[in-house]
């Protein structure tokens, strides 16, 4: 919390305050804190019926507003339950899951598969969310643009072309609107140790944006990691296969998926630097080379 200053103080000073009142308004025991929450503050705790269940207290944040109405509406259907909120204290109690697909050892395409059968499930109609309708392409063409100046052009001039052409080319073809999850990577899908209805695959995603836009936005997000295995001269060639099983999983065109993971992957290494994490934000930038 200490990158966020004085607000960021504030919200630790008075988390213990917080997470006393949501036990005793939830009849809560609480556990112990979970790993992975970067916003947030994530613990295990037990209802009085003795379900186990987790409670996830958010740093100040209007998404998540957003982020309970996408896992409402969404009544378990490849996302994690929300059992209840309270959001004036930034608060959601959700069902207990298992561990992530990051620290499993699955194999990229059967992740990838999972992913994509997972968001599947998990995508909802636009017309459920009227009000979240997102230019996702202008607005990281805009920052990709802007950040690349900033930074003192901290990669070619090729890479970002390529990102800005596809940015255009994204904003002028809405493609499949839905409601997205916005960042489906492995961290964010967990495994249910028990099968439900509406978690076909035994899997649920975490965390969701829950703007509307193309449902290639949301393959292409899972595309644009895996920078470490794409270090040699065959990075493209593999790359374009993973694409490809993506696709033919989830019946959407490779291209859009090919070009939002490219534009992805460009602005997220170009955002990580913009907070001086110049180490995490280089494999993205120069695998992007490499994808050239």
Known sequence: MRSLGEPGAAWAADLPRVLTELAARWSLSLGRPLPGGSSSYVTTARTGAGVEVVLKVSLPDPGLVQQAETLRRAEGRGYVRLLDADLDRGA??????????????????????????????????AAEHPEAHQDKARDLGDFVARAWLEQGRPCPEAVVECALAYARRRAADPGEPVVVHGDPHPGNLLRRSVPRPGAGTGWCFVDPDGFVTDRAYDLGVVL????????????????????????????????????????????TGLYLRSFG??????????????LL
Not at 225 to 231: A, I, P, T
Not at 249 to 262: L, N
Not at 277 to 290: G, K, Q, Y
């Open 224 to 267: 644009r990691d895996w920078s470490g295995r794409l270090d040699g001269p065959g990075a493209r060639t593999k790359l374009k296969g993973w694409c490809e099983l993506l696709a033919n999983r989830s019946g959407v065109d490779a291209t859009p998926i090919w070009e939002w993971g490219y534009l992805e992957r460009v602005s």
């Open 277 to 290: 994490a110049d180490r995490a934000a280089a494999p993205f930038l120069r695998s992007a080379e490499r």
């Open 92 to 125: 959601l109690l959700l069902e207990a899951l298992g561990a992530s697909l990051q620290t499993s050892s699955l194999g990229v395409a059967d992740q990838l598969r999972l992913l994509a059968d997972t968001l599947a499930e998990a995508w909802q109609p």
